[in-house]
């Protein structure tokens, strides 16, 4: 494990693996650098991996106010360390923040995420209106069980008995002890899981390969909101993995990464027909 340090002083812990171009992993809710490791493992024969603690999670330090624009600043100085520029993937809410970084200018050269857990139709119901400011309340009175179940309830979906299961399970601990940075999951999302159409403007200024990524035997929201991030240009393309859901396995997505993210993939993309690039390309 290394550290480096964040604009405003943060230490932001991570580990490096392998050898070649670099490329950083950006984990969802509840996961730290370590749910990364099997998939690192697999591609790094190609790629030096950075796996990494976001921030309040993990070995990694957290500021005193949050701001999404934090953890973008996080990733810039972990692509830093890296050389300078880095290639991106994003599982979940972090390849929201993946989107979020390269379109903010960080210097990203390609760019894969899986399953955005984007909500734009009405396959399930929206996030409630106070999701971020009740999960906030539940976090500042230290009830980190509680926020852990309400993000399960109200994010992921599941029904409160199957929730109240999980409270007994061994990795429940594990899940509590990051439930602190769940309100940050809830901003970088913000209100694209409102059950309305994604914003056309939010990533307009990326111009990298984007491959979007999306299992079809899962929440059906998470593929209709797939295609869609891959419709908003002829930059991005959509490729489905049959029979996988949310957790997809590592085995299956890193051939598809390592598929893309090298120049024969960029190719791929950048030649790709727009009057074809919704058609799905199946692994």
Same mark, same amino acid.
């Given at each position: 494990?290394?550290?480096?340090?964040?604009?405003?002083?943060?230490?932001?812990?991570?580990?490096?693996?392998?050898?070649?171009?670099?490329?950083?992993?950006?984990?969802?809710?509840?996961?730290?650098?370590?749910?990364?490791?099997?998939?690192?493992?697999?591609?790094?024969?190609?790629?030096?991996?950075?796996?990494?603690?976001?921030?309040?999670?993990?070995?990694?330090?957290?500021?005193?106010?949050?701001?999404?624009?934090?953890?973008?600043?996080?990733?810039?100085?972990?692509?830093?360390? =890296? !050389?300078?520029?880095? $290639? #991106?993937? %994003?599982?979940?809410?972090? @390849?929201? +923040? &993946?989107?979020?970084?390269?379109?903010?200018?960080?210097?990203?050269?390609?760019?894969?995420?899986?399953?955005?857990?984007?909500?734009?139709?009405?396959?399930?119901?929206?996030?409630?209106?106070?999701?971020?400011?009740?999960?906030?309340?539940?976090?500042?009175?230290?009830?980190?069980?509680?926020?852990?179940?309400?993000?399960?309830?109200?994010?992921?979906?599941?029904?409160?008995?199957?929730?109240?299961?999980?409270?007994?399970?061994?990795?429940?601990?594990?899940?509590?002890?990051?439930?602190?940075?769940?309100?940050?999951?809830?901003?970088?999302?913000?209100?694209?899981?409102?059950?309305?159409?994604?914003?056309?403007?939010?990533?307009?200024?990326?111009?990298?390969?984007?491959?979007?990524?999306?299992?079809? =035997? !899962?929440?059906?929201? $998470? #593929?209709? %909101?797939?295609?869609?991030? @891959?419709? +908003? &240009?002829?930059?991005?393309?959509?490729?489905?993995?049959?029979?996988?859901?949310?957790?997809?396995?590592?085995?299956?997505?890193?051939?598809?990464?390592?598929?893309?993210?090298?120049?024969?993939?960029?190719?791929?993309?950048?030649?790709?027909?727009?009057?074809?690039?919704?058609?799905?390309?199946?692994?």
């Amino acid at each position: 494990m290394d550290k480096v340090l964040s604009a405003d002083g943060t230490a932001i812990a991570f580990e490096r693996h392998g050898s070649g171009p670099a490329l950083v992993l950006v984990g969802g809710a509840f996961m730290t650098r370590h749910a990364s490791a099997e998939l690192a493992g697999l591609l790094s024969e190609h790629f030096t991996v950075f796996t990494y603690d976001r921030r309040g999670r993990g070995d990694s330090g957290d500021g005193a106010v949050y701001d999404v624009q934090r953890e973008v600043e996080d990733l810039d100085a972990l692509i830093e360390r =890296a !050389g300078g520029e880095a $290639m #991106l993937f %994003g599982m979940s809410s972090g @390849a929201v +923040l &993946a989107l979020d970084a390269t379109a903010c200018g960080s210097a990203v050269t390609r760019l894969a995420l899986y399953e955005p857990p984007f909500v734009t139709d009405d396959s399930r119901p929206p996030l409630p209106g106070d999701y971020v400011a009740h999960l906030e309340d539940l976090v500042e009175r230290g009830a980190y069980g509680d926020a852990a179940a309400y993000f399960m309830t109200a994010a992921v979906g599941l029904p409160e008995e199957a929730v109240d299961g999980m409270r007994q399970a061994p990795f429940w601990a594990d899940m509590k002890a990051v439930a602190r940075t769940l309100p940050y999951d809830g901003r970088i999302m913000g209100d694209t899981m409102s059950g309305r159409p994604l914003p056309t403007d939010r990533w307009q200024s990326l111009t990298v390969p984007v491959l979007v990524g999306s299992g079809d =035997a !899962g929440a059906p929201h $998470m #593929l209709t %909101g797939a295609r869609e991030l @891959a419709g +908003l &240009a002829d930059n991005f393309i959509l490729q489905v993995f049959p029979g996988q859901e949310h957790a997809i396995a590592p085995a299956l997505l890193a051939p598809a990464l390592i598929a893309f993210l090298t120049a024969e993939g960029q190719a791929c993309v950048l030649e790709h027909d727009p009057l074809v690039r919704d058609h799905i390309y199946e692994s």
